[in-house]
Each structure stands twice: as C-alpha cells, then as structure tokens.
C-alpha cells in the first residue's frame, strides 16, 4: 500500500473497487481504516451508483465506516457529508440521491452522535406530512436505513412504528419485506399482527445484511421479525 500522500484520486478509486468486492471484505475494511479518511468519502460515493450490487451495497458499509470515524475525530466533517447525503435526497439537488438513505442509516447505526442528530430525518423520508419520498426505489434505502438503523439501537420513538405500515401493505413485494424487517426491534402489538398476515408471503426479494447480499421471502422476513429478540450484544 502506498502512503496516504502519495495516492492520486483515480489510485485511490482503483484500490477501493478491489476492496469493496474482496472476498475477505471485513478485512477490507481495516485496510479503509488507514486510509484518509476525507479523501475517500467522494469515490464511496461514486459506488452508491456503480453496475455491482454488491460493490454499490459494501460502499454504503465502508461509507459508515468512514464517517462515523470522522464524527469520533471530528464531528463537523461528519456532519458535511451526513449534510451531503441529505442535498442529494432533496429534489433541489437535481440528482436521485442513490444510496443516500441506506448510507445515513448505516452512519447512524455506527454513531450514537450521528443517531441523534440525523436519525428522525431520515424517519422523516417516510412521514407523509414532512420529508416523504414517493420514489418507489428511494423508498426501498429509506426503509433498509431505517431498519439497519433499528437493528443497532433498537430505541426509535414509538410512533416511527406507524410510518412503517402502510408499506406492509404495497404491492411491491420489496418494500413489504423491508418494512418487515424493520419491523423487528420495535415491539408494537399491533404490527406484530401485521406480521402475523405476512408469513404466508412468499414473493421473494434481495436483501443486504452483515455485508452480503442474501434472497429472501416476505414471509420469511416477517416472521423473523415476529420473533425478534434483541441479540446479546448490539448489531453494530
């Protein structure tokens, strides 16, 4: 590995791609470590965008990495880019904010400081009265960043419960099953019924969970979901 100094920005994209689908990637991620970590946050970018699902779904995971390393060492630098995120979520922006939701979620889930401050916005992506995101596929990050993010700190205000359910209900069946999972740490009675209705789904779908990219049934995720017990140390 060359030092820190002397990686150019199309070096640093390159060594990063190689990284992001390796087969031992938690390994990769210590190796991101000692990376700069300013630098690197605009090519992590770029890979929310790339052809690989998986390469696009590991650069949300080392983006989490990343920033919650800057908010440890600098909260404001973190709180640029978590700003970033949310730019390129507003329709001002002119772009889509392609892994955005999903890579808020997973900075929050890393940061207890960056769960405060940004963890109701990106609930509010789903709230019909302040932020939501109508766009189907938005959706789908919003509601993976909104589990990621309850898997970690399994601690949201009751009533983020309620902004889950209508999506129980889509007819896309991912948007059902990611709402499903999400479901899990918050306990309410009466989306566990919900569930309940749900386990009988068999629509498949993908999902990324610990740094792969797993299929999935509805059925399969609401009944995980049902059962869910908080693990014996947190999902972080």
């Known amino acids: 590995m060359k030092s820190?100094?002397?990686?150019?920005?199309?070096?640093?994209?390159?060594?990063?791609?190689?990284?992001?689908?390796?087969?031992?990637?938690?390994?990769?991620?210590?190796?991101?470590d000692d990376l700069p970590a300013r630098q690197i946050v605009s090519p992590l970018f770029a890979f929310f965008c790339d052809a690989d699902a998986l390469r696009r779904w590991r650069a949300v995971t080392a983006m989490g990495?990343?920033?919650?390393?800057?908010?440890?060492?600098?909260?404001e630098s973190a709180r640029v880019v978590m700003r970033r995120f949310m730019w390129n979520l507003n329709e001002e922006s002119g772009?889509?904010?392609w892994g955005c939701p999903e890579a808020m979620g997973e900075c929050a889930a890393l940061s207890e400081r960056l769960a405060a401050e940004y963890g109701g916005i990106l609930?509010?992506?789903?709230?019909?009265?302040?932020?939501?995101?109508?766009?189907?596929?938005?959706?789908?990050?919003?509601?993976?960043?909104v589990g990621r993010l309850v898997h970690a700190r399994p601690a949201p205000p009751a009533e983020n419960a309620?902004?889950?359910?209508?999506?129980?209900?889509?007819?896309?069946?991912a948007l059902r099953?990611?709402?499903?999972?999400?479901?899990?740490?918050?306990?309410?009675?009466?989306?566990?019924?919900?569930?309940?209705?749900?386990e009988a789904d068999d629509a498949?779908?993908?999902?990324?969970?610990?740094?792969?990219?797993?299929?999935?049934?509805?059925?399969?995720?609401?009944?995980?979901?049902?059962?869910?017990?908080?693990?014996?140390?947190?999902e972080r």
């Open 4 to 32: 820190q100094r002397s990686i150019s920005g199309r070096d640093l994209k390159r060594i990063l791609a190689d990284l992001l689908v390796a087969e031992t990637f938690p390994s990769s991620l210590d190796v991101i």
């Open 65 to 75: 990495r990343v920033v919650s390393r800057l908010a440890d060492a600098n909260l």
């Open 95 to 97: 772009g889509i904010g």
């Open 123 to 145: 609930w509010s992506y789903l709230h019909p009265e302040r932020n939501f995101i109508d766009h189907p596929a938005l959706q789908e990050g919003v509601l993976w960043g």
């Open 162 to 173: 309620e902004l889950l359910r209508p999506f129980l209900s889509s007819p896309v069946p």
């Open 177 to 198: 099953g990611l709402a499903a999972w999400a479901c899990g740490p918050l306990a309410d009675a009466g989306l566990r019924s919900l569930l309940e209705t749900l």
């Open 204 to 234: 498949p779908l993908p999902i990324y969970r610990g740094t792969t990219i797993e299929t999935c049934s509805v059925g399969a995720l609401a009944a995980q979901a049902r059962h869910w017990e908080p693990p014996p140390s947190a």
